[in-house]
């Protein structure tokens, strides 16, 4: 396979047998084995004469100093005023939202005001009416003379807004922060200016509205009204028809405004007080902001990248700082927009690719604090069983295309041409959650049993074919446009992983289940994969054969990693598949290309990944990366941007199929790459260094004490030292992939030659760029 610099990439020479789920084999790189030879055990790989000396990594973003000064340079700038909620400043706690830019046709400044809880509760009327999210309001700035500049900066490091507004008649400065369900705002006038706050409550409707207008039956939400507390505390406050409130309390003192929201249901008056509790608890602007960048100072160094592409390193770091304002593991799961709600046809949680792509960046970066999907299917396990026609609850549960928070949605029928696989994904997420925390309650409480019944429900619907083996009705390979008459490729691949990560799990958690021998039989009978000559089929007689801009056909490839590179025989299938999906062109979408990024960084050709992944930051591009960051299509969609990242991840560290792959897939334009404390499966921490195209050292430390399996790239003769300087055992593997023994709590190092020095810092950039923004 070649790149599309016309280069072609490193490939493993052979494979050897994985543990992994899904026959994932552990693959070789072309290097020197260097342990000891394959299929022998030796207390230590052979050393260089620097061998056994302690060591101990030198790392130089240790202190606020260094966070600040290495952000600073990722940070989003405007230097004149954003038109567009995607082009201005974002700022967010997981629950409360907002984004700034010019009020539309007015001499203002918009601060919107969206609240991830804040949705409807009468669900006979959807998810894109019955119980969507909700707006809420905005507060406009205005000023008095007519706005002629801004120099505003989104700091990344103290997820604050701070800057001027220059106006004909003087300046405003501007200082703003979202903690703790609390928008906190200073402003100051100079010269000829004035500070003057309005709020503007919005209609409690669906933003659906842009597009349909509402279900038959549908009734208008109450009216909001207004009250103003003894100490002059605004509030407005919006009762629902389906039950429940929300709530909007704010108040100013001297050059500060704080506004919280509340919500409640079903009680109608909870969300009031809620909101009055929020303001009480900020206090002042310099009292919430010290709790704020606590949190916000604790939460960056858990891990750390750096590369030499300016403008990519620092949208990263922008989708870090996204992520983390988006979502925390006790707050809602995200819906498409985050907590920043726009007009929009999907005002709701879509459950068949974009929760799947959104939570996807938590693992690696080292952030499991911001996993409310693990946390949702927790705690919706009723809902769940609800979702699926009454015949099937005693055993079953699904959640539909989209829902609210609360996965309240109900789902198809195999046979009818539904979308059934949804549950069985996102749970494929929360398996991700597990994986590299190793946290046995999530897989006890969570995975288990929920996966169990995901699969009960396919398994209610397989049936024998003439040829023997085990055919699923017609289902829809998500929102492509044919259905197939039977054995959709999503859906196949799904109930494959699903069957075997069931087996996994009993083993793991020593259940006897009596379900095990049904799962076995259905691996072993379960049709094969609809394949024709231009790769991966839709489905049976359906195949992939106009534009579309999913890839749930491929699912076995990635995320699910069924069917993978390590697999000789489906090295040309994969790539007959991806190419043929991207041949037929029109209506890919963002996401596209980060999926084709991700799906060459597995076959280690890292140049063309990188060049599927540009794709979505050329503006020439349908469907781009937007001044800010985020994305939209018909409304806002998340998960894209969140996926780039993952993508970028992809390139630099792998750990499915049981084999921690360091640095599988790097451009060839990138010589320099520090990775540190990144999360592998396994609840692995992985450091390692990248100079000059070479790989210098491998830092990896165990959280867990399960087995590692490293397939290191490095040449020549190995150092593999504990951290107390001692010998590590290992096992080569052959090709590359080294066995070592490393307890819980130890840390192994890796490396080649003699000692490099051991010093995690940024890379130097090497391909400048402008900063995000309006620079």
């Known amino acids: 396979m070649t790149s599309q610099s016309g280069k072609r990439s490193p490939m493993p020479r052979r494979a050897v047998l994985g543990t992994a789920l ?35 990594l030198r790392d130089t973003m240790t202190t606020d100093r260094a966070w600040d000064r290495f952000l600073r340079g990722q940070d989003l700038l405007w230097s004149r005023l954003p038109t567009r909620w995607y082009e201005g400043p974002f700022l967010g706690d997981g629950l409360l939202g907002s984004m700034v830019y010019q009020e539309p046709g007015a001499n203002q400044i918009r601060f919107t005001v969206q609240h991830g809880r804040v949705q409807d509760h009468r669900p006979e009327f959807g998810s894109g009416w019955g119980t969507c999210r909700l707006p809420v309001g905005h507060l406009t700035l205005e000023p008095v003379g007519t706005i002629t500049a801004v120099d505003w900066r989104l700091s990344l490091w103290n997820a604050e807004l701070t800057g001027t507004v220059t106006t004909t008649a003087g300046t405003l400065t501007l200082a703003a922060l979202i903690h703790d369900e609390v928008l906190a705002v200073r402003a100051t006038a100079d010269g000829g200016e004035q500070v003057v706050w309005t709020f503007h409550p919005e209609e409690a409707i669906s933003p659906r509205k842009i597009s349909e207008a509402p279900p038959a039956g549908y009734t208008a939400n109450p009216p909001w009204t207004t009250k103003t507390g003894a100490d002059g505390t605004e509030q407005v406050l919006q009762p629902l028809t389906g039950g429940g409130q929300t709530a909007t309390a704010y108040r100013r003192t001297g050059a500060e405004l704080l506004l919280s929201v509340g919500h409640s249901s079903p009680s109608d008056t909870a969300a009031e007080a809620d909101s009055l509790r929020h303001l009480r608890r900020a206090g002042s602007y310099a009292a919430l902001r010290r709790r704020h960048t606590r949190w916000w100072h604790a939460f960056y160094p858990k891990s750390f990248v750096s590369f030499p592409d300016q403008r990519l390193q620092s949208f990263h770091w922008i989708q870090l700082y996204k992520v983390a304002s988006a979502s925390r593991a006790d707050g809602p799961v995200m819906a498409t927009s985050g907590p920043w709600l726009e007009p929009t046809p999907w005002p709701a949680v879509w459950w068949n690719l974009n929760i799947q792509l959104e939570y996807w960046l938590i693992h690696g970066s080292n952030h499991p604090e911001l996993d409310a999907l693990a946390t949702t299917l927790r705690q919706s396990q009723e809902q769940l069983i609800a979702n699926v026609p009454a015949a099937y609850r005693a055993d079953s549960s699904g959640i539909g295309r989209s829902s609210d928070m609360f996965a309240n949605r109900e789902v198809g029928r195999p046979g009818t041409g539904a979308e059934t696989g949804d549950l069985t994904w996102a749970l494929h997420n929360v398996w991700l959650s597990y994986r590299h925390s190793m946290d046995r309650s999530l897989l006890r409480d969570t995975v288990y049993p929920v996966l169990r019944r995901a699969i009960n429900y396919y398994l209610h619907f397989l049936t024998p074919g003439s040829d023997g083996k085990l055919h699923l009705p017609s289902t829809l390979s998500p929102e492509y446009p044919v259905v197939p008459p039977q054995d959709t490729n999503y859906d196949l691949a799904l109930i494959r992983w699903g069957c075997q990560t069931l087996l996994e799990s009993a083993e793991l958690l020593g259940v006897d289940d009596e379900s095990a021998p049904h799962w076995r039989e259905v691996l072993a009978r379960l049709t094969p994969y609809p394949v024709d000559d231009n790769g991966f089929m839709i489905g049976a ?27 000789p ?25 980060t999926g084709a990024a991700s799906i060459y960084a597995m076959t280690g050709d890292g140049d063309t990944a990188i060049g599927y992944l540009r794709k979505f930051f050329d503006p020439t591009t349908r469907y781009p990366c937007q001044a800010n960051t985020h994305y939209t299509e018909a409304g806002p969609v998340i998960e894209t941007p969140l996926s780039a990242s993952q993508s970028l991840y992809d390139m630099f560290c792998q750990s499915w199929g049981g084999v921690i792959r360091v640095f599988p897939a790097v451009p060839s334009e990138w010589a320099d790459v520090t990775l540190h404390d990144f999360r592998a499966q396994g609840a692995f921490l992985v450091s390692a260094v990248r100079k000059e195209g070479v790989t210098r050292f491998i830092r990896i430390r165990s959280l867990a004490g399960e087995p590692l399996r490293l397939r290191h790239g490095l040449s020549g003769r190995l150092t593999v030292l504990l951290d107390d300087g001692t010998p590590a055992r290992t096992h080569d593997l052959g090709d590359g992939t080294l066995a070592v023994d490393l307890p819980r709590g130890r840390e192994v190092l890796v490396h080649s030659g003699a000692r490099p020095d051991l010093v995690v810092a940024p890379v130097a950039v090497g391909e400048p760029g402008a900063a995000w923004g309006l620079p």
């Open 22 to 56: 899904g026959g994932a084999a552990a693959a070789a790189l072309p290097v020197e084995a260097a342990a000891s030879p394959a299929g022998t055990t030796a207390p230590a790989a052979p050393t260089t004469s620097g061998g056994g000396r302690p060591w101990k």
């Open 569 to 593: 025989e489906n090295r040309d299938l994969i790539a007959k598949s991806v190419a043929h999906w991207h041949a037929l062109t029109g209506a890919h979408r963002g996401y596209s290309y």
């Open 541 to 567: 007689d359906t195949p992939y054969a106009q534009s579309h801009r999913h890839y749930s056909h491929m699912l076995m490839v990635y995320p699910l990693y069924l069917v993978n590179w390590d697999q």
